[in-house]
C-alpha cells in the first residue's frame, strides 16, 4: 500500500509540473503589442511616387484610413510581399496621391501614426517660377 500512495504521488506531482508549464507558457506568450508607441513605425512625410517602409509589431494588427475619408487604396498601395525583422512585420508601399493618412495599431488605436504624402517637386516648376509662369504662390 505504501508503494503504491508514492507512486500515485509522483504521478500527481509530475502533473502537476506539466501542468504548470502549459500554464505559464499560455500566460506569458499573451499579445506582443506592447502599446508603447513603437507599434508602428513609419515616416511621417514622403512624396508622391516615393516608396517608405511600414513596420508594425509582431501581433499588433491595425487600420489605414485618410484624414477627411476615402479609400487608402487610392493614396497608397503595397509593392511586394511583407517580411519579418525580429518582432516586426516590414512592408513596403509606395505613395500614389497626396494626401494625411493615419496607421492605427489594434491595441489600443490611440497610438495612431500619422503620414503625408506630399507632392513632387520638379526643378522646372522652380524655374517657371522665376520666369513668371506657372502657378502663383
Known amino acids: 500500500m505504501v508503494i503504491n500512495m ?3 504521488f ?5 502533473l502537476l ?5 502549459f500554464g505559464i507558457a499560455s500566460v506569458m506568450a499573451g499579445d506582443d503589442c506592447h502599446c ?3 507599434d508602428v513605425i513609419i515616416p511621417a512625410q514622403v512624396k508622391v511616387g516615393q516608396e517608405y517602409l511600414l513596420k508594425t509589431r509582431v501581433g499588433c494588427g491595425g487600420s489605414v484610413t485618410v484624414v477627411g475619408g476615402g479609400n487608402p487604396g487610392d493614396y497608397i498601395t503595397q509593392v ?6 525580429g518582432d516586426m512585420d516590414v512592408s513596403k508601399w ?3 496621391k497626396v494626401g494625411t493618412l493615419n496607421y492605427c495599431p ?3 488605436p490611440t497610438n495612431c501614426k500619422t503620414i503625408t504624402i506630399t507632392p513632387k517637386s520638379y ?8 520666369l513668371g509662369f506657372g502657378k502663383k504662390d
Open 6 to 8: 508514492k507512486k500515485i
Open 10 to 14: 509522483s504521478i500527481l506531482i509530475s
Open 17 to 21: 509540473f506539466v501542468a504548470s508549464v
Open 36 to 38: 508603447d508607441g513603437t
Open 80 to 85: 511586394g510581399s511583407a517580411w519579418r525583422e
Open 94 to 96: 509606395i505613395a500614389l
Open 106 to 108: 489594434s491595441c489600443p
Open 123 to 130: 526643378p522646372m516648376f522652380s524655374f517657371m517660377k522665376l
